[in-house]
């Protein structure tokens, strides 16, 4: 059986971070795989994520099964995270899932389940795993454009233009916030004319809001998508709580559904359990436990909130700092762009050789796609980091 398959082919971003461990030198820097870093190059267990955890370990008094759905008040709390005070609860499915690739893949097979034939429009570029994700439950994938290499910014008339030809057996994939790999994000503007494109054309909008709170505040990055989910019959959302709760490896995550009614939303969560129970039956509980111990207390949720703020300032200072570098010692403007992207990533326009340049002569790990994440910098590597670019750029 085995000697039939291929060769595996690497994850163009987890194989990055085997390649940095294994790389020797001492001044190398991992921008690869989108993970927060604090100054002294660490990814931190947030403050309210430990006192949590002291809280749940403490109170905790069984390990015996949650339930197909995980965590009930999770689901409700994150939900209230994304949708705040949008008035869609009545119509909402959400359940727990093993991480945000969890809540895409359980997304794609109730698609596939629920509308066989479904294609699935994501923009160009979007996050690596879309596509195969997509692909794996069976569904059509199709791009949209949506980067404009020349300026780094959306190009919105050619987003426009595909998208016109999306109809209502199609499915829209969004980034919510901090668009992954670009970091180039649509406009408030844009998701009010997607969602009168979606109702007039009836194609199914789909977020994946996985890094809200990193863009321009937790309330802020989520406006978009709470005007569309107030205005669109049915939407498809993932969230996850690997970056703005740092819980990684906790894989918590988030399926959400807004259907046209609450039959309809019931109908479509109890599929879901379905399809849970025959891939990973429960998703693990403890980052659930975590987040919902901080979401229940007002005091942890502040500082939570607080600690999150100061990441995505963090964030705005690095991407400064780092054009300030390439400003002033090298007299460039040519990567100012860096400042005007949200979140995590950028794009830097560099081929894929170009990318191999960097992490062969600096130790520089990039994605191929020319995604650096700009999480994984640390202020003391700005003059080495800008310096590398320069010379990969020439
Ligand atoms: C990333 O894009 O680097 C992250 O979302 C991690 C992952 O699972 O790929």
Redesign the pocket.
């Known amino acids: 059986m085995f000697s039939q398959l291929p060769e595996p082919t690497l ?1 163009p ?2 194989s990055l971070s085997v390649a940095f461990k294994n790389d020797p030198r001492t001044e190398k820097v991992d921008l ?4 927060y870093r604090n100054s002294e190059g660490q990814t931190p267990i947030m403050k309210a994520v430990a006192q949590a955890q002291t809280i749940v370990t403490s109170e905790q008094t069984t390990k015996a099964y949650v339930g197909l759905a995980g965590c009930e008040e999770f689901n409700q709390s994150i939900a209230k995270v994304v949708f705040g005070e949008t008035p869609v609860y009545d119509r909402l499915a959400v359940i727990q899932t093993p ?3 969890g809540a895409l893949r359980m997304l794609g097979d109730l698609m596939a389940v629920a509308q066989p034939g479904t294609t699935v429009w994501l923009s160009n570029p979007s ?3 879309h596509k195969p994700v997509m692909e794996a439950a069976g569904l059509q994938v199709k791009y949209y454009r949506y980067f404009d290499t020349d300026t780094k910014q959306v190009n919105r008339d050619a987003m426009f233009a595909d998208l016109r030809n999306a109809g209502p057996k199609d499915v829209v994939l969004l980034h919510g916030c901090c668009h ?2 670009t970091g180039a994000d649509i406009a408030l503007e844009d998701w009010q004319l997607i969602t009168e494109m979606s109702v007039a054309q009836g194609f199914t909008p789909f977020v994946d809001i ?1 890094y809200q709170g990193f863009g321009d505040g937790l309330e802020s990055d989520a406006y978009g998508l709470r005007y569309m989910a107030e205005r669109v019959e049915e939407m498809l959302l993932t969230t ?1 709580c ?2 703005n709760f740092g819980l ?1 490896r906790e894989r918590t995550g988030a399926a959400v559904l807004i259907a046209k009614n609450a039959a309809e939303a019931a109908n479509a969560r109890g599929k879901m359990l379905t399809l849970a129970r025959s891939t990973y039956t429960m998703p693990p509980d403890h980052g659930a436990a975590l987040v919902k111990t901080i979401l229940a207390d007002n005091h942890l949720t502040q500082v939570w909130k607080t600690e999150l703020a100061e990441m995505q300032q963090r964030l705005v200072s690095l991407r400064e700092g780092l054009c300030k570098q390439l400003n002033t010692v090298h007299s460039s403007d040519k990567f100012d762009f860096i400042i005007g992207h949200k979140g ?2 950028t794009v830097l326009g560099f081929t894929a050789e170009q990318m191999q340049k960097l992490r062969d002569d600096f130790g520089i790990y990039g ?1 191929n796609d020319g ?1 650096i ?1 700009i999480a994984g910098l640390s202020e003391s590597q700005l003059p080495y980091v800008a310096n590398a670019l320069i010379t990969v750029s020439q």
């Open positions: 994850d971003i987890l690869g795989i989108g993970v991480g945000a690739s996050y690596v795993n992954n790999p996985a996850s690997s970056k990684y995590m990533f994605v995604r994440n």
